[in-house]
């Protein structure tokens, strides 16, 4: 990444991984919230969001395939970036800094701090499991081709990883939310050298390093 055209500002994420982000993201909520319907009467209700009971059954598992294809496009470009290091550690241990917002008893984070690549580890640990829990119970084109019992025991992973991951999710806004400036980098995909330095201070010198080669 190079600092941005503008004055002031660094670019964080390119157009293209910002369209990416977003897809995953509102696939996200949409399966979020026809899962809940699929899965308690109580929450039916939530089924009017994709047009009633039939299209809920219906475009739900499709939703599915299109947030997981676009998940690993997502992950092709982010791993690298996500690798645990020794400072990770440091940082987690400080949590209680992080959460007083004591951020100078903390060690300089890189691109990511520790709780967003423990977020990606769990997004990418349910992701597949939440793929392939799906097929099995995706009725129309596959339970018959499972016995009962794994179709069951599907039933209970795909509503295991969907609450992790409605979870981690809630977490991941909360903090964009929290960490202001955040929002603006998966909007505009640029941040302020404030921000960088606050926040990401060894990628922001990594960043400068490279633009001034
Ligand atoms: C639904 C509302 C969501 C909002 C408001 C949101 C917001 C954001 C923001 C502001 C960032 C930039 C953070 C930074 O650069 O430090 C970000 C990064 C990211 N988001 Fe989201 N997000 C949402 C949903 C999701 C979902 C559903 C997923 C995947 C399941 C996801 C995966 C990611 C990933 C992988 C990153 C890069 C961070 C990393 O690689 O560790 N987001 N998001």
């Not at 670019?11 to 979020?32: D, K, Q």
């Not at 996500?82 to 060690?107: I, K, Q, S, T, Y």
């Not at 794994?150 to 939310?177: K, P, T």
Request: contains cysteine; proline residues 3%; glycine residues 8%.
């Amino acid at each position: 990444m190079k600092p941005a055209d503008r004055p002031g500002l660094i670019l964080r994420y390119t157009a293209g991984e910002r369209t990416n982000h977003w897809i995953v993201a509102i696939s996200f909520v949409l399966l979020a919230l026809s899962g809940l319907a699929l899965f308690h009467p109580s929450m039916f209700w939530l089924s009017n969001v994709l047009g009633g009971g039939t299209w809920t059954r219906i475009l739900h598992p499709f939703l599915g395939v299109l947030m997981f294809v676009s998940f690993v496009l997502l992950v092709l470009r982010f791993w690298r970036h996500n690798m645990l290091n020794a400072n990770d550690r440091v940082w987690l241990r400080h949590a209680g800094d992080v959460l007083a917002n004591h951020e100078e008893a903390l060690p300089e984070v890189g691109r990511y701090n520790a709780g967003q690549k423990l977020l990606f580890f769990l997004m990418v640990l349910c992701m597949p499991l939440l793929l392939l829990s799906g097929i099995v119970i995706w009725r129309v084109y596959f339970s018959a081709y499972f016995p009962i019992e794994v179709i069951r025991v599907s039933a209970v992973v795909h509503a295991i990883c969907a609450f992790a991951l409605i979870c981690g999710i809630i977490v991941h806004i909360y903090a964009a939310l929290w960490v202001k400036g955040s929002v603006a980098a998966m909007t505009r995909g640029t941040v302020t050298y404030g921000w960088a330095w606050k926040h990401h201070r060894a990628w922001f010198r990594e960043v400068f390093r490279q633009g001034n080669k």
